[in-house]
């Protein structure tokens, strides 16, 4: 039997309700009616401490957020299983029509330390084992030398990871081609938790995004 939500949850939901909800209602109205037309489609980790929505300070309807254990993109493989993350990628190009698609990884992921620590029990488990398994590979051929501490090594994987991910995105056919004719970017991000700063990639290079240091 279901048990009733967390008196944290509930007081969160009422807050909700008396705050953001009371001042945005027009716009849940609007949402409601009109249904969602978000431009911008957001692949990221279901880590608790790297939500799309706050760190974009996105509001009600903006983005459509794909979370997954290390914010993966699989490769396109259609056939009768259920595929949750290519299902999402469907509907947000074919059902809404989104114009970009970001794919943020982050600083000290949980699903990347668990691909390539070979003593974590979670890649012996029933699933995480099989889904990081792309990232045990990007592991294994990534030179020891290509990171000076275990720390640095992890934050190389990260960034590997989410250009992996532009990679498997790209062998979705749907997508390249509206890549190739320029109705759909494609981008790559990486969010520092410690110090809060988000990291774009341009071309090979990751870069730190302006922010106003004045307030």
């Known amino acids: 039997m279901s048990q009733p939500l967390s008196e944290r949850?509930?007081?969160g939901y009422r807050r909700f309700r008396a705050g953001r909800y009371n001042d945005e209602r027009v716009r849940y109205d609007e949402l409601a009616r009109e249904g969602q037309k978000p431009r911008?489609?957001?692949?990221?980790?279901?880590?608790s401490r790297?939500?799309?929505?706050?760190i974009f300070d996105a509001g009600p309807g903006e983005l459509f957020v794909l979370r997954n254990v290390a914010a993966l993109v699989p490769v396109y493989a259609p056939d009768a299983k259920s595929h949750g993350a290519s299902a999402a990628l469907e509907f947000a190009v074919h059902g809404l029509g989104v114009t970009s698609i970001v794919v943020m990884g982050h600083g000290r992921c949980g699903g990347v330390a668990a691909a390539i620590d070979s003593a974590s029990p979670l890649t012996d488990s029933d699933f995480i084992g099989a889904w990081v398994a792309d990232l045990v590979t990007l592991d294994q051929r990534t030179p020891a030398t290509a990171a000076s501490s275990p720390?640095?090594?992890?934050?190389?994987?990260e960034h590997l990871s989410v250009q992996q991910s532009l990679e498997h995105l790209r062998t979705f056919p749907w997508i390249a081609e509206r890549e190739r004719a320029g109705s759909l970017t494609l981008h790559g991000a990486w969010f520092d938790i410690s110090l809060g700063e988000l990291h774009a990639l341009a071309g090979s290079e990751w870069l730190p995004q302006p922010y106003d240091q004045a307030g």
């Not at 911008?40 to 880590?47: E, G």
């Not at 790297?50 to 706050?54: F, L």
């Not at 720390?151 to 994987?157: G, N, P, S, T, W």
Request: aromatic share 0%.
């Open 50 to 54: 790297s939500a799309p929505e706050t």
């Open 9 to 11: 949850l509930s007081a």
């Open 151 to 157: 720390e640095e090594r992890q934050r190389l994987i």
């Open 40 to 47: 911008t489609m957001i692949v990221a980790c279901s880590d």
